[in-house]
Antibody, heavy 120, light 109 residues
Framework: QLHLQESGPGLVKPSETLSLTCTVSGGSISSNTYYWAWIRQPPGQGLEWIGSIFHTGITFYKPSLKSRVIISVDTSRNQFSLNLISVTAADTAVYYC????????????WGQGTLVAVSS | QSALTQPRSVSGSPGQSVTISCTGTSSDVGTSNSVSWYQQPPGKVPKLIIYDVNKRPSGVPDRFSGSKSANTASLTISGLQADDEADYYCCSHAVTYVIFGGGTKLTVL
């Protein structure tokens, strides 16, 4: 059974960098079929796709976040990571990592989510 | 790339059917075969209920169905049950990026 688990600081100061890691168990991140994604949800608001990565390092980012986001993959640790620079209070959200079922944007596997607050 | 447009709320009585619309543009919903829907009960993780416009993952009841016409995708839930009460989000692929709808709150009366 595939399991995804987000980890990282729950509090980040404004202008600093938000860094999260998603650890994958029960399956290999190096599968030739799936993209892995970061999706966030501000409190009381809707879902927002941040970006996706393939195990080879190919990435796609939300255009409005592209200048501040880096998603990377570490196949040796079966992990992928999110770095979001120059954060503001608007970046406060529950951050989810997810994996496709086997098609395109059919995210059938999700982590439990981790709340990251941006505050001084 | 603004969010796909969904009604903020819909409601229905147990046993009835409801349809949630998701309107995009010719750059996303209109040209994508990759439209998915997610169900998110309060305080829970989103769950995939429809992918590729009208396919259901294993374990999702056939009361949930999806369709698309032009720039609008739709989710229909028939035989409403109390535990269908949740937020529902559509999602579309748009060549090099992905866009979600703003979400619809379904209330079962």
């Amino acid at each position: 059974q595939l399991h995804l688990q987000e980890s990282g600081p729950g509090l980040v100061k404004p202008s600093e960098t938000l860094s999260l890691t998603c650890t994958v168990s029960g399956g290999s991140i190096s599968s030739n079929t799936y993209y892995w994604a970061w999706i966030r949800q501000p409190p009381g608001q809707g879902l927002e796709w941040i970006g996706s990565i393939f195990h080879t390092g190919i990435t796609f980012y939300k255009p409005s976040l592209k200048s501040r986001v880096i998603i990377s993959v570490d196949t040796s640790r079966n992990q992928f990571s999110l770095n979001l620079i120059s954060v503001t209070a608007a970046d406060t959200a529950v951050y989810y990592c997810a994996r496709e079922l086997g098609g395109v944007i059919d995210w059938g596997y999700w982590g439990q989510g981790t709340l990251v607050a941006v505050s001084s | 790339q603004s969010a796909l447009t969904q009604p903020r709320s819909v409601s229905g009585s147990p046993g009835q059917s409801v349809t949630i619309s998701c309107t995009g543009t010719s750059s996303d919903v209109g040209t994508s075969n990759s439209v998915s829907w997610y169900q998110q009960p309060p305080g829970k993780v989103p769950k995939l209920i429809i992918y590729d416009v009208n396919k259901r993952p294993s374990g999702v009841p056939d009361r949930f169905s999806g369709s698309k016409s032009a720039n609008t995708a739709s989710l229909t839930i028939s035989g409403l049950q109390a535990d269908d009460e949740a937020d529902y989000y559509c999602c579309s692929h748009a060549v090099t990026y992905v866009i979600f709808g703003g979400g619809t709150k379904l209330t079962v009366l």
